[in-house]
């Protein structure tokens, strides 16, 4: 019995040594294989991701597209594929543009040089020092346009234009063209401001940008509004508008809806107007946008005091003061002396409507003294 024992723990003993043996022999050539695949595996991951990121942004889904190519940012590095994570970081960068989150886009492209620079990578290092170059010629032009230095913001903006155009990137063409029409539309210069606004909805429509899209039809209605080409102006106000609706970006359909308000206005559809101007009231209002609600009210009493000058109907005049105290309430809390002033002389020409010249004296002396 105790042979038999014996035996079998030598047995034992001789078959783990032998299996041992065998995996010594047998791992070290197995081994590169096993992580071959593993890393073959990942790459096609990886690259599958991306693709499917790069359609996603061409179809406009850049919220999509951003979660994409983070994710294809995380396996870039896990598997310490530099020119992918390059990739990626460039992508994410534009992407960041398309959704106006520009210090995102600023890191994004930093992060690109960086990688960029320290790997030698001269190409890279280009594209991405030119689109940082785009952004600080992108923000000059518009701090320049906030301090009325017009020009410079004006060959600001084509200055970054010009290199989009350089570097083949439409999509920022397309936000600098709209930034530079806007300068143009402060300046009254109309056709250069229809020109730039033409151009930058082409460029929205061909990169399926909804957003950016919205806001060059409000323009084109801006334009044809000025030129006092109503039914072109209603026509791009109410593309604009579905578009607001459908991304459910309330601010430009607000925006969208006081033009639209003002529009009816002057072509004498008070009905219509105040339709308009109180879905956009309420929109400010649920957005708690205080400056913008005192505007509407504004507008809204507007409304209201013209139809009562044309039906001769004193309770719209009524209608009208109380819209006007309400907006002159929030500008001053909002410290938006601008409309204050504006509707201090409304409320004076009311109470001149109703006969009650002390107080409309009263309102038009406050106006002006805000303007000295």
Not at 110 to 129: G, I, P, V, Y
Not at 252 to 268: F, K, P, T, V
């Amino acid at each position: 019995m105790l042979f038999k024992g014996m035996i079998h723990k030598n047995a034992t003993r001789h078959f783990v040594l032998f299996f041992l043996v065998f995996l010594c022999f047998l791992w070290p050539c197995d081994l590169p294989s096993i992580f071959s695949n593993q890393m073959l595996s990942r790459d096609e991951k990886l690259l599958k991701q991306m693709e499917e990121g790069e359609r996603q942004f061409r179809e406009g889904a850049f919220g999509l597209a951003l979660e994409d190519f983070l994710q294809s940012l995380e396996m870039a590095r896990t598997i310490g594929d530099i020119q992918k994570e390059m990739e990626c970081l460039k992508k994410m960068g534009l992407i960041y543009w398309n959704k106006g989150q520009m210090e995102e886009s600023l890191l994004s492209y930093t992060q690109a040089l960086s990688l960029a620079r320290k790997n030698k990578k001269l190409d890279e290092m280009a594209d991405c020092q030119a689109f940082l170059d785009i952004y600080n010629y992108y923000k000059k032009g518009k701090e320049y346009r906030t301090l009325n230095q017009n020009e410079k913001s004006i060959l600001s903006f084509q200055n970054a234009i010009q290199m989009s155009k350089e570097r083949g990137s439409r999509e920022h063409e397309l936000k600098c063209c709209r930034q530079l029409s806007l300068t143009y539309w402060g300046l009254f210069r109309l056709q250069e401001f229809y020109k730039f606004s033409l151009r930058a909805l082409e460029l929205s429509k061909d990169l399926f940008h909804k957003r950016e899209e919205g806001k060059c039809l409000h323009n084109m209605g801006l334009y044809y509004q000025k030129t006092e080409d109503y039914s072109k102006a209603l026509f791009f106000y109410g593309k604009a508008l579905d578009i607001a609706v459908d991304l459910k970006n309330k601010i430009d359909e607000s925006a969208c809806l006081n033009n639209i308000g003002i529009l009816y206005r002057r072509i004498g559809n008070f009905s219509r107007s105040l339709e308009y101007l109180k879905r956009a009231l309420s929109l400010d209002t649920e957005l708690e946008n205080q400056i913008y609600v005192s505007q509407d009210m504004n507008n809204i009493g507007t409304t209201y005091r013209l139809n009562s000058v044309l039906t001769g109907n004193p309770t719209f005049m009524e209608e009208a003061l109380d819209y006007y105290l309400g907006s002159l309430n929030i500008a001053r809390i909002s410290s938006d002396t601008k409309t204050e002033i504006e509707v201090l002389n409304n409320i004076g020409v009311v109470y001149s409507a109703l006969k009650n010249f002390d107080r409309a004296l009263k309102y038009f002396h406050l106006s002006v003294s805000l303007t000295e």
